[in-house]
């Protein structure tokens, strides 16, 4: 009996009467105050492991120059895009690191918009930045939202699909990036308000400027429709880099009209005029956009505009080939797991040029022409005795002319 008046805590050394409660165990005793210790420094452990686990979605600040190396290991050309992209992402997420400093400088975000033909290698920018920083991405089509109550999807759902792609994890979707394809489908039928309710236009574009410049959102965790039962997850959106791209089919005649690429003279450079008027996307503004139909308050909230250049003969040559992703090395490995060894000859790649310039479908129609090409040795080859193929300019021309789209007219 003796021994139970000297109890003392194995960990902090009081003993029994300077405590509460001094819980017993095998070989020695722990008092209130350590078990409470104890449970703060497992939760700080705790939190610490939730951390280590999202890595996976910490970004990695690059400087513009990392980034624009990177972004041209996958995207040919876009030079002026590169390096503006390059400096509005560098820049937004600079911003979010110097928050937890006290300073009376707020740095405001910098919103994208980018401008060009179809299939000039939009998504694949976006993508692509988002690959580099290791944030979440989500890509979402602005024709399918529609103001709240009637049929269609509510703008908020775009920041479900950030969620999903982080595996719900709120931290980590408020550092993310959403890129808004489709931005000019949603223009207003004029430059004047509507008088009408522009369900899927104005309305939509109203619906998108707090989110934009950043507020606290509620979003359904599955998607669909809010209703008051739902359970919520709140976002902030203050952090999330909003990256807006379309083709503004038609806005090169506004731009047209501003420039006035009809200018006669003496001193009028024939040449550079011509030049200006094949590429009229680069001298594109807000101010062409409002006559566009895109809203002042959401052009305010787009600060940085970018544009994309029309691809040439040239370009698309060396998208077949020069970048990582590059098509002929998709289709290399391709026939490689097979065995097969694909060779292609340089006439074929002109020739697939050649139509992807006529079809006016840009690099995406690269592919369509590839995939016409080569889908009868696709189909044929796999789990026949042959070892390699070579894509000779007579066989692609026979595959093509066989297929569809060669029917089409060409626009």
Do not use: W
């Amino acid at each position: 009996m003796p021994k139970q008046t000297n109890l003392h805590c194995s960990f902090c050394g009081r003993s029994r009467d300077e405590v509460k409660i001094l819980i017993a165990g095998q070989e020695g005793h722990i008092c209130e105050n350590c078990i409470e210790h104890a449970q703060e420094i497992i939760m700080q452990e705790l939190q610490v492991r939730d951390e280590n686990l999202t890595t996976q979605y910490k970004f990695n600040i690059r400087k513009p120059i990392e980034i624009k190396n990177y972004l041209d290991q996958y995207v040919i050309g876009q030079e002026d895009a590169k390096k503006i992209l390059s400096v509005a992402v560098y820049n937004h997420y600079k911003r979010i690191t110097r928050k937890q400093q006290t300073d009376d400088v707020e740095i405001e975000k910098s919103n994208i918009i980018m401008v060009g033909e179809t299939g000039t290698g939009k998504t694949l920018l976006a993508k692509t930045i988002a690959k580099l920083l290791n944030v979440p991405f989500a890509i979402v089509d602005a024709t399918v939202f529609t103001e709240a109550g009637y049929v269609g999807e509510d703008v908020e759902s775009m920041l479900t699909r950030l969620l999903q792609a982080c595996n719900y994890d709120v931290a980590a979707a408020e550092k993310g990036i959403v890129f808004i394809d489709e931005i000019d489908k949603i223009a207003r039928k004029g430059d004047n308000p509507s008088i009408t309710r522009d369900v899927s236009g104005e309305g939509v574009q109203q619906g998108l400027l707090k989110m934009l410049e950043g507020t606290e959102v509620l979003v359904p965790p599955q998607g669909g429709r809010k209703h008051p039962e739902q359970k919520m997850i709140k976002i902030n959106t203050t952090n999330i880099l909003f990256i807006c791209g379309g083709a503004f089919d038609g806005i090169d005649k506004v731009i047209a009209r501003r420039i006035n690429t009809n200018a006669i003279g003496f001193n009028v450079n024939k040449e550079e005029q011509e030049q200006q008027r094949k590429n009229l996307l680069q001298f594109v503004n807000a101010q062409d956009m409002r006559a566009f139909g895109l809203i002042p308050e959401l052009l305010g909230r787009l600060p940085v505009v970018t544009y994309l250049n029309p691809l040439t003969a040239e370009t698309l040559r060396l998208i077949l080939t020069e970048p990582k992703n590059s098509l002929i090395k998709q289709y290399t490995r391709l026939f490689e797991l097979e065995g097969i060894k694909l060779t292609v000859d340089e006439d074929v790649l002109e020739f697939m040029v050649t139509k992807a310039l006529e079809f006016k479908l840009g690099a995406r129609g690269l592919r369509s022409i590839s995939e016409h090409i080569l889908t009868d040795a696709m189909f044929e080859l796999p789990g026949s005795n042959k070892k390699e193929l070579h894509l000779t300019l007579d066989y692609a021309t026979k595959k093509f002319d066989k297929s569809k789209m060669s029917k089409l007219k060409v626009a």
